[in-house]
């Protein structure tokens, strides 16, 4: 005879609970990764494409130019985007900004299951 084994999840019940097993949509907490590694990224990511766009397109143009010796003839430009990116990277409200765009974008997909690259993908194939 076959045994019924219960399907156990190793995930807490917040994390597997929701409209798509993702979470619960409304849960605002934050996890390590999410503070460490994921809001981090979102305000790089918002800061080179919105903050400091004229830096890092001089030290884009500064890499392109120099190939092989950007390293050392970059060396002003790339001082001057660490130095944009630092300033907005320690700026409370920008960091309270990514964040609260952060779990927007959370809890819109754990209430529909589609990532923020996908409706990208769809709006663009429309």
């Given at each position: 005879?076959?045994?019924?084994?219960?399907?156990?999840?190793?995930?807490?019940?917040?994390?597997?609970?929701?409209?798509?097993?993702?979470?619960?949509?409304?849960?605002k907490s934050l996890r390590r990764v999410e503070i460490d590694v994921m809001i981090p990224k979102k305000m790089r990511e918002i800061a080179r494409s919105e903050k400091c766009v004229d830096v890092v397109e001089?030290?884009?143009?500064?890499?392109?130019?120099?190939?092989?010796?950007?390293?050392?003839?970059?060396?002003?430009?790339?001082?001057?985007?660490?130095?944009?990116?630092?300033?907005?990277?320690?700026?409370?409200?920008?960091?309270?900004?990514?964040?609260?765009?952060?779990?927007?974008?959370?809890?819109?997909?754990?209430?529909?299951?589609?990532?923020?690259?996908?409706?990208?993908?769809?709006?663009?194939?429309?």
């Open positions: 005879m076959a045994e019924f084994r219960e399907k156990k999840n190793i995930l807490h019940e917040k994390y597997t609970s929701g409209p798509h097993g993702l979470g619960d949509p409304e849960d001089k030290f884009t143009e500064c890499c392109k130019n120099n190939n092989i010796l950007m390293s050392f003839k970059c060396r002003k430009e790339n001082a001057a985007l660490k130095e944009c990116l630092t300033r907005w990277y320690q700026d409370e409200g920008f960091q309270n900004r990514c964040k609260n765009e952060y779990l927007e974008e959370r809890t819109e997909y754990r209430r529909t299951g589609i990532t923020q690259k996908q409706k990208q993908r769809l709006s663009t194939s429309m």
